[in-house]
């Protein structure tokens, strides 16, 4: 089945961690360019960080960069994103996207929820 299912969301206090996971399954995981995107309450979707899987080439926003890693298990072709140093304003629904060039294939994951509050 090809999808991505997003794990590891929840409650935690300013300051904190978070790591999530993205499994990826059907496509060829070596091939693809992995992002995760946020999308706060009633707020546009934005990019949070992205690899590209095969050359291990990482980007970052400038909101998150020092604070968020994006890394991969190939073995397991699963993304992940730790979050450290957790602010109120990083709380959002953050969704895994995978892009395939060829065969041409995007895929979106259910989206998990971040809450960062006292």
């Known amino acids: 089945q090809v999808q991505l299912v997003e794990s590891g969301g929840g409650l935690v206090q300013p300051g904190g961690s978070l790591r999530l996971s993205c499994a990826a399954s059907?496509?060829?995981?070596?091939?693809?360019?992995m992002r995760w995107y946020r999308q706060p309450l009633g707020k546009e979707r934005e990019l949070v960080a992205a690899?590209?899987?095969?050359?291990?080439?990482?980007n970052y926003a400038d909101s998150v960069k020092g604070r968020f890693t994006i890394s991969r298990d190939s073995a397991k072709n699963t993304v992940y994103l730790q979050m450290n140093s957790l602010k109120p304003e990083d709380t959002a629904v953050y969704y895994c996207?995978?892009?395939?060039?060829?065969?041409?294939?995007?895929?979106w994951g259910q989206g998990t929820l971040v809450t960062v509050s006292e």
């Open positions: 059907g496509f060829t995981f070596s091939s693809a360019v």
């Open positions: 996207n995978a892009v395939v060039r060829v065969p041409h294939l995007e895929l």
């Open positions: 690899i590209i899987i095969a050359w291990d080439s990482i």
